[in-house]
């Protein structure tokens, strides 16, 4: 699996689609898209699955908007860009 790294700059972000974040990050790395959706995917199930049971890690993760159990690569950015923007 590939560990990615994102740092987008805050002044960027308000026009920099989901599309061309992956796209960006894809190749950076020299992989494709569905690679990165795949690896960050991954990333986010074991994260959700191992969470430490110290009552703070879990209390943080549901901060993250999410429809099913874990949240998506999509939806994790938005709070990450979301966050970025409010601080």
Do not use: C
Request: zero cysteines.
């Amino acid at each position: 699996m590939w560990l990615y790294s994102i740092t987008l700059k805050l002044e960027g972000v308000d026009y920099m689609s989901m599309r061309s974040i992956y796209r960006k990050i894809a190749k950076k790395h020299g992989v494709s898209v569905s690679e990165v959706k795949r690896d960050m995917q991954a990333a986010l199930d074991h994260a959700y699955t191992h969470t430490p049971d110290d009552g703070i890690t879990g209390a943080y993760q549901e901060q993250v908007p999410h429809k099913g159990e874990v949240p998506t690569p999509d939806e994790f950015i938005r709070y990450a860009v979301t966050k970025m923007k409010n601080k």
